[in-house]
C-alpha cells in the first residue's frame, strides 16, 4: 500500500490542518412509495463502479485528521479508531501514549472509492469480529428531488488494503433508496438496515443474504417490488445478547422498532413436522423430522436434542413415550420403512441408550407404538410383532411375532 503524508491545505476545499467539530449526520431521506416506484422503474439496474481497474490500495491516503468532517459513524476497536464519513472510510492507529501526542502527530488513513469501496460516502460502519464492514451511498438529482442511492456493501481487507464488495445480490443496498443506514453483529452473521431493502442478515461472510421480515405483508412487498410496506424501509439495527441462551435484534423502521428473538436450537422445537407426541403430566414430547423436543410449560418453552453421539438417532422418530425420568422413542430409516431399533434414556435425557432388538430392526419392522404399563416397557413393530422389556429397555423378548402390531392400549382397571 502507499501512503502520501500531507499536512498542507488542500488545493481544492479549505484548510484541514486542524480538526473541527465532529458532525453527526443522520442521512435519513423519507420517500412516498410512487416516487420510489418511479425511479427505480427509471433506473438501469445495473451499474459499474469506476475505479475497479484500479491495483490494490493504490489510492489510500494518510493525513492528519480523517477524510472529512461530516462523520456518520465512529467506532473504536483497539488499538484502533474507524470513522465513516462522506469522504470515505478513516482509520487511525491509537498509541499508548495518545494522551501526550497532540492531534496532529495522529495519522489517519483515508480509503475511498479508489480502494474498492462502492464511493466514497459511508451510511453505516461496523467493525465486527468478522472484520470491517461498510456501506455506501451518493445522491443524484432526479425529477427535481434529491434521490439517494445505495452502492452496496463492502468487507475491508486487511491484508490488501482492498475493499471487497459483499453486497447482496438482490440489491437490498444498491440502487435508488436502497441504503444501508446501519449495520450490526452477532455471532458471525451479519445484519444490515437498508431503507426500502428492509433488514438483511448474512451468516457465510456476505456471500449470500437474505430476508428477515415481521410478517407476510412486509415480505410479499419487497418481492413483488412494490415497496409501500413501511416495516421494510429501515434506518437502524441493533443486537442485545444480555440473555445467553438468546439474541435480540432490535430493527427501527419508519412504522416503528421491529424486535425479533434468536433462540439457541436447544431451546426451540427440533422441527415443524411432529410425526409423534408424548404427554407425562404437564410435559410434551415432540418428536419432529430432526429430532426429539420436550417442553415442561406447555410449549413457553423447549429443550431439545438433535441427532449425535449422545442422542443416537436414525433419520426418523416414528413413536415416542415418557414417563417420570424414563423417555422412549423407536427410530426408522429416512423415509420410514424400515426399523431401525428402539432409543431410551432413564435419566431424563442426561444420557442415551440404544436397543436393536430383531423386531424393531430392518424392512416393515419400524416401531409404531410403545408404553409404560406395570414396570415393564411394551413395543408394537409393525411387521415385527409385539415385544416387551422386563429389564427398562436393556434386553427384549417377543410376546408374538406372528402378526403384525401397529398399536398399543394400556387400560387401567
Given at each position: ?26 442521512l ?31 489510492a ?37 501514549n ?47 428531488r ?10 475491508f ?58 410478517d ?51 431451546l ?10 408424548a404427554?407425562?403430566?404437564?410435559r ?29 438417532t436414525?433419520?426418523?422418530?416414528t413413536?415416542?413415550?415418557?414417563r ?47 408404553v ?8 408394537a ?33
Amino acid at each position: 500500500m502507499t501512503h502520501r503524508t500531507d499536512v498542507r491545505c488542500r488545493e481544492t476545499g479549505p484548510c484541514r490542518r486542524q480538526v473541527g467539530p465532529v458532525v453527526l449526520l443522520a442521512l435519513v431521506f423519507g420517500v412516498s412509495g410512487f416516487g420510489a416506484q418511479a425511479v427505480l422503474a427509471a433506473t438501469p439496474r445495473q451499474w459499474s463502479l469506476a475505479g475497479d481497474h484500479l491495483p490494490l490500495g493504490v489510492a489510500s491516503r494518510t493525513d492528519t485528521v480523517p477524510g472529512s468532517n461530516n462523520i456518520v459513524d465512529f467506532v473504536f476497536s483497539s488499538p484502533s479508531v474507524w470513522a465513516g464519513t462522506a469522504s470515505g472510510v478513516s482509520r487511525a492507529d491509537l498509541p499508548n501514549n495518545l494522551w501526550t501526542l497532540s492531534p496532529s502527530a495522529i495519522g489517519w488513513t483515508t480509503y475511498t472509492k479508489e480502494d474498492g469501496l462502492g464511493s466514497n460516502e459511508i451510511p453505516a460502519l461496523g467493525v465486527f469480529p468478522s472484520g470491517v464492514w461498510a456501506a455506501t451511498s451518493h445522491a443524484e438529482v432526479r425529477a427535481d428531488r434529491l434521490v439517494r442511492f445505495g452502492d452496496g456493501i463492502f468487507q475491508f481487507d486487511a491484508g490488501t488494503g482492498h475493499w471487497i464488495d459483499r453486497s447482496p445480490a438482490d440489491r437490498q443496498a444498491s440502487g435508488p433508496f436502497m441504503v444501508a443506514y446501519d449495520l450490526a453483529e452477532f455471532r458471525g452473521a451479519v445484519l444490515a438496515a437498508c431503507f426500502a431493502g428492509g433488514l438483511v442478515m448474512t451468516t457465510d461472510g456476505g456471500t449470500t443474504w437474505k430476508n428477515i421480515y415481521p410478517d407476510g405483508t412486509a415480505k410479499n412487498d419487497f418481492e413483488t417490488k412494490q415497496f409501500l410496506d413501511l416495516n421494510n424501509r429501515l434506518f437502524s439495527v441493533v443486537v442485545d445478547p444480555a440473555v445467553p441462551e438468546s439474541v435480540a435484534v432490535y430493527a427501527g423502521t419508519a412504522y416503528g422498532i421491529n424486535k425479533y428473538i434468536y433462540l439457541n436450537d436447544t431451546l426451540k422445537m427440533t422441527g415443524y413436522r411432529a410425526a409423534a407426541l408424548a404427554v407425562d403430566g404437564a410435559r410434551l414430547y415432540a418428536a419432529t423430522e430432526s429430532g426429539l423436543s420436550r417442553t415442561p410449560d406447555r410449549g413457553s418453552s423447549w429443550k431439545s436434542y438433535y441427532p449425535s453421539r449422545a442422542f443416537p438417532t436414525s433419520d426418523r422418530i416414528t413413536a415416542v413415550m415418557a414417563r417420570g425420568d424414563s423417555i422412549y422413542y423407536g427410530v426408522a430409516s429416512a423415509d420410514g420403512t424400515a426399523g431401525n431399533g428402539i432409543v431410551y434414556s432413564l435419566d431424563n435425557g442426561h444420557t442415551w441408550h440404544w436397543s436393536q432388538p430383531v423386531e424393531a430392526t430392518g424392512p416393515g419392522r419400524q416401531v409404531a407404538a410403545i408404553v409404560l404399563a406395570a414396570g415393564m416397557v411394551f413395543a408394537a413393530c409393525e411387521d415385527g410383532g409385539f415385544i416387551s422389556s422386563a429389564n427398562l429397555g436393556l434386553s427384549w423378548d417377543p410376546v408374538f411375532v406372528d402378526q403384525p402390531a401397529h398399536a398399543l392400549l394400556v387400560v387401567q382397571t
